[in-house]
């Protein structure tokens, strides 16, 4: 069984910093790719940043320049600094992990989600 847990959402004003935590545990031999994705109310869920095994990042244009994805392998934790935030950040932010199980399944998993809201 694999979990990814989400920390770090909360309420920040406009031009404010967050960083949200996601933990991967259980079975897991290998993690391949691991992304933040959100969902603001009404919208579909759309990728925010990603970053692969092999460390070259990808971003929303929307976000770049203010958020960076980072991730320590040995923790099997990925990060989403978020700087120079603004209310159209407002969402529910999703880790997911591209990763290979104990039972040698590859499959994408996904955490429970955490609020962001920016507003004054």
């Known amino acids: 069984q694999v979990q990814l847990v989400e920390s770090g959402g909360g309420l920040v004003q406009p031009g404010g910093s967050l960083r949200l935590s996601c933990a991967a545990s259980?079975?897991?031999?290998?993690?391949?790719?691991m992304g933040w994705y959100r969902q603001a109310p009404g919208k579909q869920r759309e990728l925010v940043a990603a970053?692969?095994?092999?460390?070259?990042?990808n971003y929303a244009d929307s976000v770049k320049g203010r958020f960076t994805i980072s991730r320590d392998n040995a923790k099997n934790t990925v990060y989403l600094q978020m700087n120079s935030l603004k209310p159209e950040d407002t969402a529910v932010y999703y880790c997911?992990?591209?990763?290979?199980?104990?039972?040698?399944?590859?499959?994408?998993?996904w955490g429970q989600g955490t609020q962001v809201t920016v507003s004054s």
């Open positions: 997911n992990a591209d990763l290979l199980d104990g039972d040698y399944v590859e499959y994408d998993y």
């Open positions: 259980g079975s897991i031999l290998s993690i391949y790719a």
């Open positions: 970053i692969p095994s092999g460390g070259n990042t």
